[in-house]
């Protein structure tokens, strides 16, 4: 019995406990059982000091998250009661701290949320939001009011293009985002500004096995009325070559009606919003159109075998069928200043078909949050409270690591790294200055600095030689940078490859990040770090010569390819000839810098020098109950497909 209820104090003790570093004695047993007695009572929320929230994902509602739980936190914040009680750690503590700390000092906050996938970051995002709407929005009426409807609206869209459904998580960010709320000198809310990072693009056109598109192809086959349907040819949801074998989810149909309204609440006008459906209808079709080879039509390159198809989609692009067949058969390059035809068999032209949705998404999404921003983003603002969210660290099970997990991965690992010397070095120097530097303990923690050597050294890291073999292709290829990345870093600790081939085909390697060894396939690497846009494409959508006459005549679809968008390469002797593109892989915008210092190597690092420059930000450090403690911090690196990566 004395056993038992012994055993019942130290649960009870360790559930009492909202701040780690209160704990008498500190060690990872000690902090697990800490969080998983927390849990286990559905407290989710556990402080790490003054600026720092370790949350947990309950897969379940918990009634701590409720409006009612809120108004209290609100309420808290506004109370002079010098006898009030605490409340406990929470996610709208942590906002409210923020917001009343940029109100007083007039300095802006950063709130870096990190954690990993399926960990709740998103959804901690969204209630830090709306904590901080409950603050700062004026009166019904009053100027700025609508802003706390427009703000989750806007999140609302965002989400719907920009995440999807995967096995461990139903609503998965594929994208980074951050987001700046700007206030007033009084304190209230008066815009947003939101930046896009590193959409995960291929999911177009192959979602991994087991997981979802991005959830607005089922939003509108699921939830067009039957005259959309009618108008944009949408037929069975199970006829999609793009959509796979996953069905409409039944909340799907609603959702949609959500996204238009929305919409309509951001000031998207109708004309816009069945614009923006016509092109979805044409990145489905596209999915569908099949290549065959027909001497008979072609003796050289492959044709579409379902031409009424093609005369569909041609119809909402606004170009001629002729032309779009052209640009999906054919490909244009530039070979010792001289442009040649390159005739595509059945395979390479679906893959040029591919690359086309791709691009068409891209931009949208990209034209989506910029249009958003013209709406609800203000230039003459007092301060700004920014949160940042990077989807997790990833390892596929499904098939090989592409470039797309390298670069989330060596975002988070700079993100860790940055909180990491954020949390136990910033004040070591002020502590050595004070005379306190060997009096104050040295806490030991995993230092992450030599894979971030590995990845990011100049010269010679691994993102440095990727961007060398890059440029010098086709003489260089994905074994040659593979070699090229062993006879450099083959004794590295953290990386390894055998030299050998994956189950595709291609070399691949190791590389052991904080959250583990993850092995990446070098399939496309270096195509894929060029980020190319196939140039037939723009100089059929957009015109070649650039004076505004030729391309789309469908103004939507040509004013997504406009040169803020796309960077075109045209031919020394001929300007109206386009030899390459690039879309733009950089937020049409920049996160505001009204103090100190410059924004160095470009915008990479653009979002970590806001942070630096606003001293102590708050981090919500957030991980699955799976899971056991880690925390992480914010980031993004240098070569060409990772220029946006945060």
């Given at each position: 019995?004395?056993?038992?209820?012994?055993?019942?104090?130290?649960?009870?003790?360790?559930?009492?406990?909202?701040?780690?570093?209160?704990?008498?004695?500190?060690?990872?047993?000690?902090?697990?059982?800490?969080?998983?007695?927390?849990f286990m009572s559905d407290i989710i929320y556990t402080?790490?000091?003054?600026?720092?929230?370790?949350?947990?994902?309950?897969?379940?509602?918990?009634?701590?998250?409720?409006?009612?739980?809120?108004?209290?936190?609100?309420?808290?914040?506004?109370?002079?009661?010098?006898?009030?009680?605490?409340?406990?750690?929470?996610?709208?503590?942590?906002?409210?701290?923020?917001?009343?700390?940029?109100?007083?000092?007039?300095?802006?906050?950063?709130?870096?949320?990190?954690?990993?996938?399926?960990?709740?970051?998103?959804?901690?995002?969204?209630?830090?939001?709306?904590?901080?709407?409950?603050?700062?929005?004026?009166?019904?009426?009053?100027?700025?009011?609508?802003?706390?409807?427009?703000?989750?609206?806007?999140?609302?869209?965002?989400?719907?293009?920009?995440?999807?459904?995967?096995?461990?998580?139903?609503?998965?960010?594929?994208?980074?985002?951050?987001?700046?709320?700007?206030?007033?000198?009084?304190?209230?809310?008066?815009?947003?500004?939101?930046?896009?990072?590193?959409?995960?693009?291929?999911?177009?056109?192959?979602?991994?096995?087991?997981?979802?598109?991005?959830?607005?192809?089922?939003?509108?086959?699921?939830?067009?009325?039957?005259?959309?349907?009618?108008?944009?040819?949408?037929?069975?949801?199970?006829?999609?070559?793009?959509?796979?074998?996953?069905?409409?989810?039944?909340?799907?149909?609603?959702?949609?009606?959500?996204?238009?309204?929305?919409?309509?609440?951001?000031?998207?006008?109708?004309?816009?919003?069945?614009?923006?459906?016509?092109?979805?209808?044409?990145?489905?079709?596209?999915?569908?159109?099949?290549?065959?080879?027909?001497?008979?039509?072609?003796?050289?390159?492959?044709?579409?075998?379902?031409?009424?198809?093609?005369?569909?989609?041609?119809?909402?692009?606004?170009?001629?069928?002729?032309?779009?067949?052209?640009?999906?058969?054919?490909?244009?390059?530039?070979?010792?200043?001289?442009?040649?035809?390159?005739?595509?068999?059945?395979?390479?032209?679906?893959?040029?078909?591919?690359?086309?949705?791709?691009?068409?998404?891209?931009?949208?999404?990209?034209?989506?949050?910029?249009?958003?921003?013209?709406?609800?983003?203000?230039?003459?603002?007092?301060?700004?409270?920014?949160?940042?969210?990077?989807?997790?660290?990833?390892?596929?099970?499904?098939?090989?690591?592409?470039?797309?997990?390298?670069?989330?991965?060596?975002?988070?690992?700079?993100?860790?790294?940055?909180?990491?010397?954020?949390?136990?070095?910033?004040?070591?120097?002020?502590?050595?200055?004070?005379?306190?530097?060997?009096?104050?303990?040295?806490?030991?923690?995993?230092?992450?600095?030599?894979?971030?050597?590995?990845?990011?050294?100049?010269?010679?890291?691994?993102?440095?030689?990727?961007?060398?073999?890059?440029?010098?292709?086709?003489?260089?290829?994905?074994?040659?940078?593979?070699?090229?990345?062993?006879?450099?870093?083959?004794?590295?600790?953290?990386?390894?490859?055998?030299?050998?081939?994956?189950?595709?085909?291609?070399?691949?390697?190791?590389?052991?990040?904080?959250?583990?060894?993850?092995?990446?396939?070098?399939?496309?690497?270096?195509?894929?770090?060029?980020?190319?846009?196939?140039?037939?494409?723009?100089?059929?959508?957009?015109?070649?010569?650039?004076?505004?006459?030729?391309?789309?005549?469908?103004?939507?679809?040509?004013?997504?390819?406009?040169?803020?968008?796309?960077?075109?390469?045209?031919?020394?002797?001929?300007?109206?000839?386009?030899?390459?593109?690039?879309?733009?892989?950089?937020?049409?915008?920049a996160p505001s810098m009204r103090r100190k210092g410059?924004?160095?190597?470009?915008?990479?690092?653009?979002?970590?020098?806001?942070?630096?420059?606003?001293?102590?930000?708050?981090?919500?450090?957030?991980?699955?109950?799976?899971?056991?403690?880690?925390?992480?911090?914010?980031?993004?690196?240098?070569?060409?497909?990772?220029?946006?990566?945060?």
């Amino acid at each position: 019995m004395a056993t038992n209820r012994q055993s019942t104090l130290l649960h009870q003790r360790l559930e009492a406990v909202g701040d780690l570093s209160k704990l008498p004695s500190i060690s990872d047993d000690i902090i697990v059982a800490c969080l998983r007695e927390r849990f286990m009572s559905d407290i989710i929320y556990t402080n790490i000091g003054s600026n720092i929230l370790v949350s947990f994902n309950p897969h379940k509602y918990v009634s701590s998250n409720a409006d009612s739980v809120l108004f209290n936190y609100a309420a808290d914040y506004s109370s002079t009661d010098k006898n009030k009680e605490s409340l406990p750690p929470h996610i709208f503590q942590l906002a409210n701290n923020a917001y009343y700390h940029m109100k007083r000092t007039t300095q802006d906050q950063v709130i870096v949320i990190s954690g990993e996938t399926s960990s709740g970051k998103s959804e901690s995002r969204r209630l830090a939001i709306k904590s901080i709407l409950q603050l700062s929005t004026s009166s019904p009426g009053k100027k700025g009011s609508k802003l706390s409807s427009q703000i989750p609206a806007a999140d609302f869209v965002l989400e719907s293009f920009g995440n999807a459904r995967t096995l461990f998580n139903p609503n998965a960010s594929r994208f980074g985002k951050y987001t700046e709320l700007q206030f007033t000198d009084r304190g209230r809310i008066c815009g947003v500004k939101t930046l896009e990072y590193y959409l995960e693009k291929n999911r177009v056109a192959s979602p991994p096995s087991g997981e979802r598109n991005f959830h607005i192809f089922y939003y509108l086959v699921a939830g067009a009325t039957p005259d959309e349907r009618a108008h944009l040819h949408l037929v069975d949801k199970a006829a999609y070559r793009y959509l796979g074998n996953k069905v409409v989810e039944p909340d799907d149909a609603n959702r949609f009606d959500q996204l238009k309204h929305a919409l309509k609440t951001i000031g998207f006008s109708k004309r816009h919003v069945a614009q923006t459906c016509q092109l979805l209808a044409s990145i489905l079709h596209l999915g569908n159109l099949e290549f065959v080879t027909d001497r008979s039509r072609n003796e050289d390159a492959a044709v579409v075998r379902n031409l009424d198809l093609l005369t569909l989609i041609a119809e909402f692009l606004g170009v001629p069928l002729s032309e779009l067949e052209a640009c999906l058969s054919y490909k244009s390059k530039l070979v010792k200043k001289e442009m040649c035809t390159i005739f595509l068999d059945p395979d390479a032209a679906s893959d040029n078909r591919d690359e086309l949705a791709k691009g068409l998404y891209g931009l949208l999404f990209t034209w989506l949050n910029e249009h958003i921003n013209q709406r609800l983003c203000k230039d003459d603002f007092t301060t700004f409270l920014a949160l940042f969210d990077l989807p997790g660290p990833q390892n596929m099970t499904s098939r090989p690591n592409s470039l797309d997990q390298f670069a989330v991965n060596f975002a988070n690992e700079r993100l860790h790294h940055w909180v990491q010397q954020s949390i136990f070095e910033a004040r070591r120097p002020e502590y050595t200055s004070e005379g306190l530097g060997e009096i104050v303990p040295t806490i030991p923690y995993f230092d992450n600095s030599e894979c971030i050597r590995l990845l990011q050294n100049r010269p010679g890291g691994l993102i440095h030689i990727m961007d060398d073999q890059a440029r010098r292709m086709p003489k260089k290829t994905n074994h040659t940078m593979i070699e090229a990345f062993i006879k450099r870093w083959g004794n590295h600790s953290n990386f390894k490859s055998a030299g050998g081939v994956d189950r595709t085909g291609y070399p691949s390697f190791t590389i052991s990040h904080y959250h583990g060894a993850v092995t990446y396939s070098a399939e496309n690497f270096l195509e894929r770090n060029q980020h190319e846009l196939n140039g037939d494409f723009v100089a059929l959508l957009r015109g070649a010569d650039g004076d505004g006459s030729g391309g789309s005549i469908n103004p939507f679809v040509k004013s997504l390819f406009s040169g803020k968008a796309i960077a075109t390469q045209v031919h020394p002797r001929n300007e109206e000839t386009i030899v390459g593109a690039q879309q733009n892989v950089k937020p049409m915008r920049a996160p505001s810098m009204r103090r100190k210092g410059t924004v160095r190597r470009g915008n990479a690092n653009a979002v970590p020098q806001t942070i630096q420059e606003d001293g102590e930000s708050p981090f919500a450090d957030l991980e699955p109950a799976r899971d056991g403690v880690k925390g992480a911090g914010c980031v993004a690196g240098k070569f060409s497909i990772i220029h946006s990566c945060v």
